[in-house]
């Protein structure tokens, strides 16, 4: 059985891709999301995401966001609309950093999570993660997880699970309740060494 480096978003997300991907790989878990504002929606969304690996039993493995790097990239894009290029950026620099890892762990296999969630534009993420396996001499599983009802089951398993639902992407500007984040001093994770 091959084994795969499955980028995990978020908990929620991860479920129907566990189930799925389980039968046909090896799946490790990767979880890296430097987009998650702030530290303490950051702090939940890991530990739902440990929790989950405990219910679902699968490994995985976490890299430290590094948060500047991630706002670098995207920040001059703040004004897009979702899915626009502030997000490509933003999904491009994370499965950047997924297929990198891969490499590195000398997996040969690797896909996302991002797939389940119906507000991402599919054919962006299975472009993106092909030109990335060309690049570095591995295969992007092309899977889209809400297909065949899976975002519907994603949501019976976060029910049976009780995970948390964030409602909001991730970043600043995709949070909902803008105006009172607006306020906030936005917490910044540093770089690990
Ligand atoms: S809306 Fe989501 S995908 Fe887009 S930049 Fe924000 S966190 Fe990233």
Redesign the pocket.
């Known amino acids: 059985m091959y084994k795969l480096l499955l980028h995990i978003c978020c908990a929620p997300d991860a479920t129907v891709a566990i189930e799925r991907l389980r039968e046909r790989f090896d799946v490790l878990g990767f979880f890296y999301?430097p987009?998650?504002e702030p530290n303490k929606e950051y702090a939940l969304r890991e530990s739902e995401v440990q929790r989950l690996s405990g219910l679902q039993k699968f490994n995985h493995v976490e890299e430290k966001p590094r948060h500047d790097e991630w706002f670098d990239i995207?920040s001059q894009?703040a004004s897009e609309p979702?899915?626009?290029e502030?997000?490509r950026?933003?999904?491009s620099h994370?499965l950047k950093i997924t297929a990198l890892r891969t490499a590195e762990l000398g997996i040969t296999h690797f896909a996302t999570t991002?797939t389940t969630s119906p507000h991402?534009d599919v054919d962006f993420i299975h472009e993106t993660g092909s030109t990335l396996a060309r690049e570095n001499g591995l295969i992007y599983l092309p899977e889209t997880f809400r297909a065949r009802d899976g975002f519907r089951r994603s949501l019976e398993l976060c029910k049976e699970y009780n995970l948390y639902r964030q409602n909001?992407?991730?970043?600043?500007?995709?949070r909902k309740t803008e105006d009172t984040f607006a306020h906030e001093t936005p917490e910044i994770i540093t770089t690990p060494a």
Do not use: A, Q
């Open positions: 999301n987009n998650i995207c894009f979702e899915r626009g502030r997000c950026r933003c999904i994370r991002l991402k909001y992407c991730g970043c600043r500007w995709s």
